[in-house]
């Protein structure tokens, strides 16, 4: 649909690359922007010109989510028209997904597939041209992206929201029908079996619903998160894993103060390996919240790996006996997730110390991150996981923010249904909350009627575009 | 006998022909309306009502546009319903009982005290067209009148052909001749013609009729009007009765089905649907063996009954038989029996939206004779036809409504972007936006539009902006006072609300559902505020409206400025669609023979896909 909004969308291709460039174009774009970034410069972003660079950083509150580049391009000099703020961010999907889901929260919405170029188009920002060009993806791309969709819906989702949509459909009609009969005798819209389909809609939208989380899993990367104390090496492991220097590594505990996150591909699996700040108790304030934000990692990981420093743990009891009550620890407060306790700087532990940790633990693995040794092994672990169907369900997922978004407008509208049905609110009234459910569904299935159809126009267009 | 040419000439004097003539003159035209007949201009050939789902408020729009079917319906009304009142505002629909013979006078001394309009009587049987442009009209006795526009509202005269059982003759109305003439030299010049049907019941002697056997149903206690100006809300009112069709009934009308015209194949066109005659209902509805019938009275003295429900054009002897077969029917007399007429009509996608056709210039069409029907619909197409034939003739951009303004928007860009296979009539879920479009608000909505194309008077227009600023000001009284708990709790324990426990601005409890503007007069701060400022009735539904729907109306309106993107894409009058190959051939075709305005009419084309849409959008490179 054309709307005097702003929308938000990845306007490069969607996984991990070395940049991201998130758009956002809309009336509402600089000040939104302006409201989250933060200059190096201390400028105020609303008050610079039009198509200059500015470094700085995406903050949520306090909180940093990366560091950036944004460019402005003020209407009607810009890609749509409209007041345009262009993201270049760091390419991990998470930062990705973080910064858009930032702005969907303050004021941005979805954007829909082609729906940049819809607005250029509409403000008059193509010529003849260009235009022609964009005709040509449309009869190209038809097939391929529709084929995308459909991949993206997988098991029968797209069939099972068409089905429960048309039967509203339905519903609807009868509704309007009884309206516009009202003064003669028509059958009327059968109250139980509405309330009953309201229900059936509502149970099958949240489980979509839910299950985004789930989609969200597979499609950013299974997460895995890296605990253990100060200067074990978790740093050190996760640059094994990647072979390269992202993280910071020295010999000071407590160097890593922050979360980082990358991802990699083990047997066609996305991880993403979340390198934390360690568990131990501090007294330092910015260590602190290091840890809490530990726990809440460990909280959204769906494996953990307990890294331990080998040669300390042989070094005494206390050390052995603080280590198994964190295993412990860590098993209790997630019964259901793998947890691998890797002995790192295995290298440098004899024989005998490697009996004395059996004797207390079970399933290690002695690894040393700095040698790469058993880190292959450690690959195998982790895609076993995997395969072993823990992670794995055949259930409907849904992984793409735009049907997530819709779904969540949709489920909305159902409940304000459902409440005017409960309320004895006149049925004119609830054929608007209706339709707006009916407007939503069909955003996911496709399905064009009347109004939906303008939106639909440039549908076939990379979202972005 | 006719030296002077005029601005507009309207052929036919009914719902659409005598607003057509009353639009144009009062806007300064000199008119002249021809009809066969002087003596039933402003017939109700069908039901004696005005009104109803829908169709009230389009009359509400006509007499806020400056019609006068508004005027007429208050003047000649024997009972005031609001139907739909237990449902939310945009249901409300005002419709009127009317005294027939008292409404087709009132609209004759209406146009008579109209200055600017001239009258004639005598069938028109050609038109003057020169170069594609409309000259003036033919009559049959062959005298010839000059005007720049000429508007044509022949409703069901055009070749109409009545049918009674197995016999037909031409006619246009029982009892009054069909027009020729016009059809034939209309698809000479190029146009498209097409049949349809409609239908009417008996008329009986309410004499022979026993009331006692039928339910009552009376006006409303409180009867409002039609018009925003100052006509009289009625004093007293007369009932209708309700009664039903039976088993028996049905048995007896299928004995006369197999010289049914509707089964015997003799009438082909189709007919309304939702409308439909009594034998239609039966052979739909097979399992109902009884059908609502209102019995509704033509006037405050005349003893003849308008039977609702029970259109025929079944053989006289059937319809009298079953009739007398119905509850309170035993004895009944017929003044005349039901029957179907058949007539030309003109698909409606061959005019533009001022009503004007593609194909001559300045001749427009309204009414029956682009596929609607109804009163009400007629009447607004003759309004609109007779307000931009004015216009045009004066150089003026013409007055189009849009979908979100009113119902005549709606009505005409549906005839003009969809045509019509059947009667069109109007239904509330035909606007994408009627919670926008309500009985209520159909001033605020027109009446500044109208006034600025010099229809509208300033009285009108003053009345207008006294009512939105005395609401206006009574919303934000409500927003702005507070209330106490001890003073809202009684209203909210009435009507099984929560009660509040802090003191709240009113308008909040006021959006609870079943909290009225009559609970609310009842405080004491309220009805003071009432009387102090001199409001009446329509300030207070409109501030009730305002406040208790306002998350409704918003919801709306963002939709509405959604569809106003794409109205602003114009497509050009000589857009060339044949050399976009990339078109459907569907769409080629059909977007040639509509020309759609604007990227948002040519996708509401039937067969138009949303790729012909993006591919159009391409080309027209902007």
Known sequence: MIQNDTIIALATPSGAGAIAVIRISGPEAIAI???????????????QKSHTIHLGYIKEGANTLDQVLVSIFKNPHSYTGEDVIEISCHGSSYIQQQIIQLFLR????????????????????????????????????????????????????????????????????LIELELDFSEEDVEFADRTQFKELLKRIQKVLQGLIDSFAVGNVIKNGIPVAIVGEPNVGKSTLLNAFLNEERALVSDIAGTTRDTIEDEISIGGIGFRFIDTAGIRETQDIVEGMGIKRTFEKI?????????????????GNQKLRNTVLDFEKLKNKNPQKPLLLLINKADMLSKDDRLQINQHLENVHFISAKRGIGVDELRHSLLNFVNTGALRNNETIVTNTRHYNSLLKALEEIEKVQFSMKENISSDLMAIDIKEALYHLGEITGQVTNDELLGNIFANFCIGK | MFGEKYDVIVVGGGHAGAEAAAAAANMGSKTLLVTMNLQNIGQMSCNPAMGGIAKGQIVREIDALGGYSGIVSDKSAIQFKMLNKSKGPAMWSPRTQNDRMLFAEEWRLMLEGTPNVDFYQEMVSGLLVENGKIAGVKTSLGIEIKSKSVILTNGTFLNGLIHIGEKQFGG????????????????ELGFESGRMKTGTPPRVDGRSLDYSKMSVQPGDAQPEKFSYTNTQVLQHQRDCHMTHTSALVHDLLREGFDRSPMFNGRIKSLGPRYCPSIEDKINRFADKDSHQMFVEPEGWKTVEVYVNGFSTSLPEDVQFKALRSVVGFENVKFFRPGYAIEYDYFPPTQLRHTLETKLVENL???GQINGTTGYEEAASQGLMAGINAHLKNNEQSPLILKRDEAYIGVLIDDLITKGTEEPYRMFTSRAEYRTLLRQDNADLRLTPLSYAIGLADEDRMKRMEEKLNKSEALVNFFKETSVLPKDINPILKEVDSAPVKQSDKMYKPFSRPNVTMDHMKTLPIVSDYITTHNLDNEVLEQAEIQIKYSGYIAKEKVNADKLHRLEAVKIPDNFDYTKLKSLSFEAREKLSKIKPVTISQASRISGVTPSDISVLLVFLGR
């Open chain 1, 299 to 315: 909280e959204q990981a769906q494996v953990i790996l307990l890294l331990v420093d080998g040669p300390q743990l042989v070094s």
């Open chain 1, 106 to 173: 303050n004021g941005c919405r979805t954007a829909t597939p082609g729906e940049f170029t819809l607005r250029a188009f509409l403000n008059g920002k193509m010529d003849l041209s260009q235009a022609e060009a964009v005709a040509d993806l449309i009869s190209s791309d038809n097939a391929a992206s529709h084929q995308i969709a459909v991949q993206q819906m997988r098991g029968g989702f797209s069939n099972e929201i068409k089905v429960l949509r048309s039967e509203l459909l339905n519903f609807a009609s």
């Open chain 2, 364 to 366: 427009y069409f309204a």
């Open chain 1, 33 to 47: 922007a302006s409201e989250h970034f933060e200059s190096v410069s201390g400028k105020k972003l609303s008050n």
């Open chain 2, 172 to 187: 246009g109305r029982a009892g009054e001749k069909a027009a020729t003439g016009i059809t034939e030299q209309l698809v």
